[in-house]
């Protein structure tokens, strides 16, 4: 009965969790209530086409109404912005994949937005240690296609989150020396302006 | 009763025998068009081009655009469910959707695939002409970039150069849950469904269903949106109607009012009656054998023409009010000539109206003569006869009223003169200075207030193609293409370099000819995947010489190119096929689309029909066209006053031909200056006012100018017709549609005018008048 429970709380969107879970609200709570976020990456990407996983480290910033600057720094230096709904590639225009609604799903992804994931996925919410975690199901068709589903976990706001595709791949990206700054500095003003 | 009196009346019942009879068979069909841009002349294509650009026009005038919100996605989706399921039951639609597959897109990757090589994004073709390095570099940033890859689609694409031609071929897809398209914004979801209306959509009785459908589907779900042609239309008719039915029945109420007031006895109201319904149906009659369907502007100057028509019943009545005794066919024979001629004069200026180069306003032009000649046969061949032998209502007191005051005003106006005069000028001077033309389109429709909003927060929802294109024509397959790129490297660059508008969608853009596409394969092959940073960006990623191998491989192993018709068919897409017009022995034709037009005028100075180039903006034509015919009818309008001068002079010699057409002439003036004054508008439907007002200024003056004897009756006559017709008219000039309201205030202020001026004129007093002749 309590797993028929369970299933019929994840269906509806789960905002009641079992015990020894977490409750959206109870992770919601734990986020960070801040409009930048600036962090180092580190992306693990296991493709089973490839022998061996592509790594890649940088940093990026993410700035709630402006957009994500995602720069790479090693294997090699290279840039991805993304500002007003167009992406930038080391400078240029260039092509969005999966179009703007993907782009401002990785955004939710990043910031932990649970409000603007949940019509999009099945959420379930549990804790790890002092660590929340969620895991995220596609809900519909057009997204199930392509992305088999998300998780993502960390003490106050999102600290690593894994992509997982329908034919086994998956990858891994993990943020480290996160800070919640209030106001964006000069430099990163300069690099959000539009390029032209 | 001798023979020869009941002539007339067969004669008259054979023609509305006729007339219903041939009404009645038009009027199965659809007859009425309500479509403001059917009225205006076509635009100069080529034969085949038309063709595409009314399919094109099609989807923007017949389909609706509705969306359901809710909370969530599935909500959303439910909603619109039960959305299309009432509109597919309302049966007021052909096609109810979209309905799509969620594995279109599936497909098109599929059906693309082995072509691959061959279709590149636009961009990606310039950057692999001028710098194939940044391909790889992009493709690297890609990879290493916040969005990660699925190794799937990476096998077959490890530059991405598919993606980006996927996307180009679909820059803007909304998701779809359960299989009907969802826009998000703000928190909310909404179901689009489009629905097409049926053919013949714009009759009457159709609309009034499309908005009541309306008004229940946005009562089941508060907040649902709707826009689309059909909408516009339908309210606008439903206004029109209103506002013109609003007319008809004050005029109508006005004319039974006082027929029956004044007349005493219903007899003479029925004839008048039977007058003006004669005259409408013969209007409408003629017009639906002329033109096949009537529009919708043709009606609400037929409504108008009742003022004009009522006036030869008028005008009989009262003579037969001053001299009771007298026999109505001799009244007749009195009545015959002055009537005969104020009708061929007015006949003749609305005819003059029929020379402008505009469907819309033959159809006046023709309703208007014919109408007239209804009415005025009415009164010729069945009043006599039918208004009775009983003596008609005493009422000698009250022409005797108006004689003072037809003998007194103009002689208070002489006393003063001077200064009547120099107040006269003034007001002409600096009323008609002060006047300025006005042919903005927007004035002549008011979308209700709902609708306008509805329409712009969708419009905010959805980035939704601009209503102006281009259509590109060759005489052959090649220089169509040649043609239509040189178009669109010309819009690249006012897009690119002064933001004049957002995006354009040209087939030539996405497809190119066979050669062409083996031409880019080779390319592709030398300077990419042939080229050593292919290998080297293959190794930066891990990827060994077998994964190169393969790579080049499956680029010789392409080598079929992809014909139009199979790529439009691979595309599987609707819009990209109507933009396709196809080759024919005119040559070959296509429609490139627009986004976000901000710098039309940059734009549409792209046009250049001798390259077969045509820039086509139906709605901006409209205001063109409206200040185009405002000059054509103006100037019509003076050809009507020398037509109708001509005819006067025939009959009454040049000095009192001048002084009737004075009347008309006068009263137009100082409409114009009151309106000047009023700070209305001076646009189409102004001149289409004077108009009018030429006929009713010409009745007011024939009237006047009968024999002294008759003048009283023929003042009451006038003061009657200017009481009802000024009184539906004022009506008219407080509606919402200023439009509407300019047409009601030119006629309120001309019929006044003429009303007041016609003494003055047409009747000035000669040697001979003898004051106080009235026993």
Redesign the interface.
Same mark, same amino acid.
């Given at each position: 009965m309590k797993s028929l429970v369970a299933v019929f709380i994840l269906l509806a969107g789960s905002v009641v969790a079992h015990a020894g879970e977490l409750t959206l609200e109870q992770v919601a709570e734990r986020l960070p209530d801040a409009p930048i976020l600036r962090a180092d990456f580190r992306q693990q990407q296991h493709l089973s086409l490839l022998p061996r996983p592509l790594t890649a480290t940088g940093d990026l910033l993410l700035a709630g109404d402006r957009g994500l600057l995602w720069r790479v720094r090693k294997p090699f230096e290279s840039e991805i912005k993304l500002i007003d709904g167009t992406l930038y590639s080391n400078g240029q225009a260039d092509t969005l994949p999966g179009g703007e609604a993907f782009a401002r799903r990785l955004m939710a992804v990043l910031s932990g937005d649970i409000e603007a994931l949940k019509p999009h996925f099945h959420i379930q919410a549990r804790e790890e240690g002092d660590e929340w975690r969620l895991a995220l199901t596609p809900r519909n068709d057009t997204l199930s296609r392509v992305l088999s589903g998300i998780r993502l976990g960390g003490h106050q706001g999102p600290e690593f989150f894994r992509l997982d595709y329908p034919n086994g791949d998956y990858s891994v990206t993990r943020l480290s020396h996160i800070e919640y700054p209030d106001t964006l500095s000069d430099d990163e003003e300069r690099r959000f302006a539009t390029p032209p | 009763m001798p023979r020869r009196l009941e002539r007339g009346p067969l004669l008259w019942a054979l023609l509305v025998g006729i007339a219903v009879g041939a009404c009645l068979i038009k009027l199965q069909g659809p007859w009425l068009d309500s479509n403001l841009l059917s009225m205006l002349p076509a635009d100069p294509l080529p034969a085949n081009a038309r063709a595409l650009a009314e399919r094109h026009q099609d989807r923007f005038t017949d389909r609706t655009l509705w969306l359901v919100p809710a909370?969530?996605?599935?909500d959303a989706a439910a909603r619109g469910r039960a959305l299309r399921t009432v509109l597919t039951n309302s049966d007021l639609f052909s096609e109810v959707g979209p309905k799509l597959d969620?594995a279109r897109l599936?497909q098109r990757y599929q059906a693309l695939r082995p072509y691959r090589f061959q279709l590149l994004?636009p961009?990606d073709r310039r950057r692999l002409e001028s710098n194939p390095q940044?391909l790889i570099?992009?493709a +690297?940033?890609?990879?290493? &970039?916040?969005?990660? +890859?699925? &190794?799937?689609q990476?096998?077959d694409d490890p530059l991405?150069l598919f993606?980006?031609y996927l996307?180009?071929l679909a820059p803007?897809?909304l998701? +779809?849950?359960?299989g009907l398209p969802i826009a998000?914004s703000d928190?909310r979801?909404w179901a689009l469904t489009t629905a097409t209306v049926r053919a013949g959509g714009f009759a009457l009785d159709r609309q009034s269903e499309l908005l009541s459908v309306t008004r229940d589907v946005q009562r089941r779900w508060p907040g649902s949106l709707v826009t689309g042609a059909p909408l516009y239309t339908a309210a606008g008719a439903a206004g029109a109607r209103r506002e013109m039915s609003t007319v008809g029945v004050f005029s109508l109420a006005a004319v039974v009012t006082l027929f029956l007031a004044l007349f005493g006895g219903p007899r003479p109201m029925l004839l008048a009656l039977a007058s003006v319904t004669t005259g409408l149906l013969c209007g409408l009659t003629a017009t639906l054998w002329v033109f096949g369907e009537i529009h919708l502007i043709g009606l609400v100057f037929g409504a108008g023409l009742i003022g004009v028509a009522v006036d030869y019943s008028i005008h009989f009545f009262c003579q037969r009010l001053d001299q009771p005794g007298i026999d109505p066919r001799t009244l007749r024979r009195h009545l015959a000539a002055p009537l005969a001629l104020a009708l061929v004069s007015s006949v003749l200026g609305y005819l003059a109206m029929g020379l402008a180069a505009f469907p819309g306003l033959r159809q006046v032009a023709v309703f208007s003569a014919a109408g007239l000649s209804g009415a005025w046969l009415t009164v010729m061949l069945a009043v006599p006869a039918l208004s009775g032998r009983a003596a008609p209502a005493d009422r000698q007191g009250l022409l005797t009223l108006i004689g003072g005051w037809r003998r007194g005003w103009p002689a208070w106006c002489g006393r003063h003169r001077t200064v009547l005069l120099l107040v006269l000028a003034a007001l002409l001077a600096t009323g008609l200075w002060r006047l300025t033309p006005d042919d903005d389109v927007r004035h002549y429709q008011s979308p209700p207030a709902w609708l306008q909003t509805q329409g712009e927060r969708i419009q905010a929802l959805l980035p939704r193609g601009d209503s102006r294109y281009f259509i590109v024509h060759g005489d052959t397959p090649t220089q169509w293409r040649q043609r239509e790129h040189a178009l669109t490297r010309e819009l690249r660059t006012l897009q690119d370099q002064r933001g004049a508008l957002d995006s354009y969608r040209a087939i030539s853009a996405l497809w190119q000819p066979a050669p062409r596409q083996q031409a880019l394969r080779e390319t592709l092959g030398e300077r990419v995947y042939r080229h050593p940073r292919f290998g080297a960006y293959l190794q930066?990623?891990?990827? &060994?010489d077998a994964a190169l191998a393969r790579h080049r491989q499956a680029l010789d192993a392409a080598g079929d190119s992809l014909s139009l018709e199979n790529w439009l068919t691979a595309v599987n897409d609707d819009s990209l096929r109507q933009q396709w017009g196809g080759c024919d022995r005119h040559g070959c034709t296509s429609l490139v689309t627009l986004a976000g037009l901000r710098d039309s005028d940059r734009v549409a100075a792209l046009a250049a029909p001798k390259q077969g180039r045509y820039f086509i903006d139906r709605a901006g034509a409209v205001s063109a066209v409206l200040a185009t015919l405002r000059e054509h009818l103006a100037w019509l309008l003076l050809g009507a006053y020398l037509l109708s001068g001509l005819v006067l002079t025939l009959a009454r010699g040049p000095v009192k031909a001048l002084r009737l057409l004075g009347v008309p002439a006068l009263a137009s003036l100082v409409a114009l200056a009151v309106l000047g004054w009023l700070q209305g508008g001076f646009g189409l439907i102004t001149v289409l006012a004077l108009y009018l007002l030429l006929g009713i200024g010409i009745d007011y003056a024939i009237f006047f100018s009968q024999p002294e004897r008759r003048r009283d009756a023929a003042a009451l006559a006038v003061l009657l017709s200017a009481a009802t017709t000024s009184l539906s008219f004022g009506l008219l000039s407080l509606s919402t549609t200023r439009l509407v309201a300019d047409f009601g205030l030119t006629l309120l202020l001309g019929i006044v005018a003429a009303a007041l001026i016609a003494p003055l004129l047409a009747a000035a007093p000669r040697p001979d008048t003898q004051p106080g002749a009235r026993p």
């Amino acid at each position: 009965m309590k797993s028929l429970v369970a299933v019929f709380i994840l269906l509806a969107g789960s905002v009641v969790a079992h015990a020894g879970e977490l409750t959206l609200e109870q992770v919601a709570e734990r986020l960070p209530d801040a409009p930048i976020l600036r962090a180092d990456f580190r992306q693990q990407q296991h493709l089973s086409l490839l022998p061996r996983p592509l790594t890649a480290t940088g940093d990026l910033l993410l700035a709630g109404d402006r957009g994500l600057l995602w720069r790479v720094r090693k294997p090699f230096e290279s840039e991805i912005k993304l500002i007003d709904g167009t992406l930038y590639s080391n400078g240029q225009a260039d092509t969005l994949p999966g179009g703007e609604a993907f782009a401002r799903r990785l955004m939710a992804v990043l910031s932990g937005d649970i409000e603007a994931l949940k019509p999009h996925f099945h959420i379930q919410a549990r804790e790890e240690g002092d660590e929340w975690r969620l895991a995220l199901t596609p809900r519909n068709d057009t997204l199930s296609r392509v992305l088999s589903g998300i998780r993502l976990g960390g003490h106050q706001g999102p600290e690593f989150f894994r992509l997982d595709y329908p034919n086994g791949d998956y990858s891994v990206t993990r943020l480290s020396h996160i800070e919640y700054p209030d106001t964006l500095s000069d430099d990163e003003e300069r690099r959000f302006a539009t390029p032209p | 009763m001798p023979r020869r009196l009941e002539r007339g009346p067969l004669l008259w019942a054979l023609l509305v025998g006729i007339a219903v009879g041939a009404c009645l068979i038009k009027l199965q069909g659809p007859w009425l068009d309500s479509n403001l841009l059917s009225m205006l002349p076509a635009d100069p294509l080529p034969a085949n081009a038309r063709a595409l650009a009314e399919r094109h026009q099609d989807r923007f005038t017949d389909r609706t655009l509705w969306l359901v919100p809710a909370d969530n996605a599935a909500d959303a989706a439910a909603r619109g469910r039960a959305l299309r399921t009432v509109l597919t039951n309302s049966d007021l639609f052909s096609e109810v959707g979209p309905k799509l597959d969620p594995a279109r897109l599936q497909q098109r990757y599929q059906a693309l695939r082995p072509y691959r090589f061959q279709l590149l994004a636009p961009r990606d073709r310039r950057r692999l002409e001028s710098n194939p390095q940044a391909l790889i570099d992009n493709a +690297l940033a890609r990879v290493f &970039g916040p969005f990660n +890859l699925s &190794g799937e689609q990476w096998r077959d694409d490890p530059l991405f150069l598919f993606e980006h031609y996927l996307q180009a071929l679909a820059p803007f897809t909304l998701e +779809l849950e359960d299989g009907l398209p969802i826009a998000a914004s703000d928190g909310r979801y909404w179901a689009l469904t489009t629905a097409t209306v049926r053919a013949g959509g714009f009759a009457l009785d159709r609309q009034s269903e499309l908005l009541s459908v309306t008004r229940d589907v946005q009562r089941r779900w508060p907040g649902s949106l709707v826009t689309g042609a059909p909408l516009y239309t339908a309210a606008g008719a439903a206004g029109a109607r209103r506002e013109m039915s609003t007319v008809g029945v004050f005029s109508l109420a006005a004319v039974v009012t006082l027929f029956l007031a004044l007349f005493g006895g219903p007899r003479p109201m029925l004839l008048a009656l039977a007058s003006v319904t004669t005259g409408l149906l013969c209007g409408l009659t003629a017009t639906l054998w002329v033109f096949g369907e009537i529009h919708l502007i043709g009606l609400v100057f037929g409504a108008g023409l009742i003022g004009v028509a009522v006036d030869y019943s008028i005008h009989f009545f009262c003579q037969r009010l001053d001299q009771p005794g007298i026999d109505p066919r001799t009244l007749r024979r009195h009545l015959a000539a002055p009537l005969a001629l104020a009708l061929v004069s007015s006949v003749l200026g609305y005819l003059a109206m029929g020379l402008a180069a505009f469907p819309g306003l033959r159809q006046v032009a023709v309703f208007s003569a014919a109408g007239l000649s209804g009415a005025w046969l009415t009164v010729m061949l069945a009043v006599p006869a039918l208004s009775g032998r009983a003596a008609p209502a005493d009422r000698q007191g009250l022409l005797t009223l108006i004689g003072g005051w037809r003998r007194g005003w103009p002689a208070w106006c002489g006393r003063h003169r001077t200064v009547l005069l120099l107040v006269l000028a003034a007001l002409l001077a600096t009323g008609l200075w002060r006047l300025t033309p006005d042919d903005d389109v927007r004035h002549y429709q008011s979308p209700p207030a709902w609708l306008q909003t509805q329409g712009e927060r969708i419009q905010a929802l959805l980035p939704r193609g601009d209503s102006r294109y281009f259509i590109v024509h060759g005489d052959t397959p090649t220089q169509w293409r040649q043609r239509e790129h040189a178009l669109t490297r010309e819009l690249r660059t006012l897009q690119d370099q002064r933001g004049a508008l957002d995006s354009y969608r040209a087939i030539s853009a996405l497809w190119q000819p066979a050669p062409r596409q083996q031409a880019l394969r080779e390319t592709l092959g030398e300077r990419v995947y042939r080229h050593p940073r292919f290998g080297a960006y293959l190794q930066q990623l891990g990827l &060994g010489d077998a994964a190169l191998a393969r790579h080049r491989q499956a680029l010789d192993a392409a080598g079929d190119s992809l014909s139009l018709e199979n790529w439009l068919t691979a595309v599987n897409d609707d819009s990209l096929r109507q933009q396709w017009g196809g080759c024919d022995r005119h040559g070959c034709t296509s429609l490139v689309t627009l986004a976000g037009l901000r710098d039309s005028d940059r734009v549409a100075a792209l046009a250049a029909p001798k390259q077969g180039r045509y820039f086509i903006d139906r709605a901006g034509a409209v205001s063109a066209v409206l200040a185009t015919l405002r000059e054509h009818l103006a100037w019509l309008l003076l050809g009507a006053y020398l037509l109708s001068g001509l005819v006067l002079t025939l009959a009454r010699g040049p000095v009192k031909a001048l002084r009737l057409l004075g009347v008309p002439a006068l009263a137009s003036l100082v409409a114009l200056a009151v309106l000047g004054w009023l700070q209305g508008g001076f646009g189409l439907i102004t001149v289409l006012a004077l108009y009018l007002l030429l006929g009713i200024g010409i009745d007011y003056a024939i009237f006047f100018s009968q024999p002294e004897r008759r003048r009283d009756a023929a003042a009451l006559a006038v003061l009657l017709s200017a009481a009802t017709t000024s009184l539906s008219f004022g009506l008219l000039s407080l509606s919402t549609t200023r439009l509407v309201a300019d047409f009601g205030l030119t006629l309120l202020l001309g019929i006044v005018a003429a009303a007041l001026i016609a003494p003055l004129l047409a009747a000035a007093p000669r040697p001979d008048t003898q004051p106080g002749a009235r026993p």
